[in-house]
C-alpha cells in the first residue's frame, strides 16, 4: 500500500521559516519526481517545486524561488521543502506528489496548512 505522509506545517509570522517533509511507503522512492504544490483558498492548485529521482535537477515556481528550498533523502524515501521568508501570500494547503513517469504512477500525500500570518 502506497503512503506519502506529510508533516511540518503550522503557523508562522511572516518572515519565519518552516520546513515540510512527505516520507514515501510502498514504494521504490528513487524512481519517483517528487514535488509540492500548494491550493489557496478558491485558487487552483498551483506546483511550487519539483525535484528529479537523483537529486540532482529542480525546479522551482517563480514565487518560491530564493524562498524556498526543495530536497530528498532516498536513503529514508523522504523530500522535504524548507521555506524561508515566508509571506502571507504562501498560507495554503501543502501537498507533496510522487510520479513515475515510466509506469505512470502518480500519488498524493494528505495535505498539510501552512499559514503566514501575525
Known amino acids: 500500500q502506497v503512503q506519502l505522509v506529510q508533516s511540518g506545517g503550522g503557523l508562522v509570522q511572516p518572515g519565519g521559516s518552516l520546513r515540510l517533509s512527505c516520507a514515501a511507503s510502498?514504494?521504490?522512492?528513487?524512481?519517483?519526481?517528487m514535488s509540492w504544490y500548494r491550493q489557496a483558498p478558491g485558487k487552483e492548485r498551483e506546483l511550487v517545486a519539483r525535484?528529479?529521482?537523483?537529486?540532482?535537477?529542480?525546479n522551482y515556481a517563480a514565487s518560491a524561488k530564493g524562498r524556498f528550498t526543495i530536497s530528498r533523502d532516498n536513503a529514508k524515501n523522504t523530500v522535504y521543502l524548507q521555506m524561508n521568508s515566508l509571506k502571507p501570500e504562501d498560507t495554503a494547503m501543502y501537498y507533496c506528489?510522487?510520479?513515475?513517469?515510466?509506469?505512470?504512477?502518480?500519488?498524493w500525500g494528505q495535505g498539510t496548512q501552512v499559514t503566514v500570518s501575525s
Open positions: 506528489n510522487a510520479v513515475d513517469y515510466i509506469n505512470h504512477d502518480d500519488y
Open positions: 510502498g514504494v521504490t522512492f528513487s524512481r519517483y519526481t
Open positions: 525535484i528529479s529521482t537523483g537529486g540532482t535537477a529542480r
